[in-house]
């Protein structure tokens, strides 16, 4: 409940109560709880935006293309069949099913129809191959056996233009003839040639193919528009459902990295809060025990002489009496000889024993004390004082 001095008109009340949650929004607590929820919110933002390109980077890392298509271009030469490579570059990863098949678009030509069945030889080749030129190379490798060097794996499929009766095909014709006569059809035929199914290979960037090589077992007399090696990645698993499923796996993946991320950085805090509170009090502790050294070595105590200066002194009494003279700090005899002197300039005589004192004490605490003379009651209790030392310095000896 807010109160308010007695002083404060009705105006002045109302100000405050207007301002008070102004006051409350701008206090030192409230900018604090600003300061920590700035600094937990931009955390929250930078290790969101680390979780999302950590999970960006395993993705692209664990995940392979899923397709990768490369043209070839055929080389035509006398003697030889058609022929021609192509680069794969780091398309390809180790242990991951792959399904590889040659795309051959050919005119419908009877030259075509009338080759009937031919082969297609094509080879995976690694990184650094030993031997001769390419096509010299898969040649040889396709008579020998699958363990040829520098070829990974192997494979020759036939293949055949598709057969329609000269009815069928004139009818084919007839049909697609607008097209044809505008450029969006072609009096041709597209062959799918599946070459692997399923191959994988083995841990090791020399065991992954860099590098295609096609023949096509035809002779020259064999009309190509175009081929094309298309390789398609078969997933399963993780990576079947990080592919198919991308949205999911982000949601889930994301939130594991920021909740690791998040774990760490508060053990870190904890860790870092827990030094820093175990290293102050061991500094305060050293700063206690330093102010205290400091205070006890100025402490100075009343009663000790050792701070009194050499300088001979001399201190005026009243009366008759000589004046007190002090000349130096001297040793415990010098001063019991100055206390002889003193008792005899005053006319004290020696106490004879112990006992003797003590009933000598106790009468002067039962008789009425009276002052001779100003400073004679401190001369009196300063002799008794010399006679008692000196006998304990006596009996010492």
């Not at 003697?79 to 005119?107: M, N, R």
């Not at 129809?113 to 031997?131: E, I, K, R, T, W």
């Not at 505008?182 to 070459?195: D, Q, V």
């Not at 994988?200 to 065991?207: A, E, L």
Request: charged share 20%.
């Amino acid at each position: 409940m807010t109160t308010y001095p007695e002083q404060q008109s009705l105006p002045e009340r109302i100000v405050d109560v207007a301002l008070l949650p102004l006051r409350k929004a701008t206090s030192k607590t409230a900018q604090r709880a600003y300061l920590g929820t700035f600094f937990l919110f931009a955390a929250s933002l930078l290790l969101l935006g680390i979780s999302t390109v950590a999970y960006a980077l395993f993705y692209y890392s664990y995940v392979p293309q899923i397709g990768v298509t490369r043209p070839i271009h055929l080389q035509f030469s006398s003697g030889k069949h058609p022929h021609g490579s192509a680069q794969l570059s780091s398309s390809l990863v180790s242990q991951q099913p792959y399904d590889i098949s040659v795309s051959l678009q050919l005119p419908r030509t009877p030259t075509n129809l009338a080759l009937g069945n031919f082969m297609v030889d094509l080879a995976l080749v690694s990184p650094h191959p030993s031997g001769g030129s390419s096509v010299e190379r898969l040649q040889s490798t396709l008579a020998a056996s699958s363990g040829a060097v520098g070829v990974l794996a192997r494979s020759s499929r036939p293949a055949i233009l598709t057969y329609a009766s000269p009815l069928v095909d004139t009818a084919k014709v007839l049909l697609r003839m607008p097209w044809m006569l505008i450029g969006w059809k072609k009096e041709s035929e597209t062959l799918e040639i599946a070459m692997f199914e399923g191959v994988q290979f083995s841990k090791g960037w020399k065991n992954v193919p860099s590098q295609v090589e096609l023949v096509v077992k035809a002779g020259n007399e064999m009309q190509i528009y175009e081929a094309n090696v298309q390789i398609k990645a078969r997933f399963r698993g993780l990576r079947w459902i990080m592919y198919n499923h991308r949205i999911l796996s982000y949601l889930f993946f994301t939130s594991t990295f920021f909740g690791v991320s998040i774990t760490a950085t508060f053990a870190v805090y904890v860790m870092f809060s827990l030094y820093t509170s175990s290293s102050e009090p061991q500094s305060e502790e050293k700063t206690i025990k330093q102010e205290q050294s400091e205070v006890e070595s100025e402490f100075v105590n009343p009663l000790s002489t050792s701070d009194l200066s050499d300088t001979a002194r001399a201190f005026p009494t009243t009366g008759r009496q000589r004046p007190l003279q002090f000349s130096r700090r001297a040793s415990e005899d010098t001063k019991i000889k100055e206390e002889e002197f003193i008792e005899d300039s005053a006319g004290i005589e020696p106490l004879a024993v112990e006992a003797d004192d003590e009933e000598d004490f106790e009468d002067d605490e039962n008789s009425t004390w009276r002052d001779s003379g100003i400073g004679t009651g401190r001369e009196e209790r300063g002799a008794s004082n010399v006679q008692r030392r000196r006998l304990s310095s006596q009996d010492a000896k």
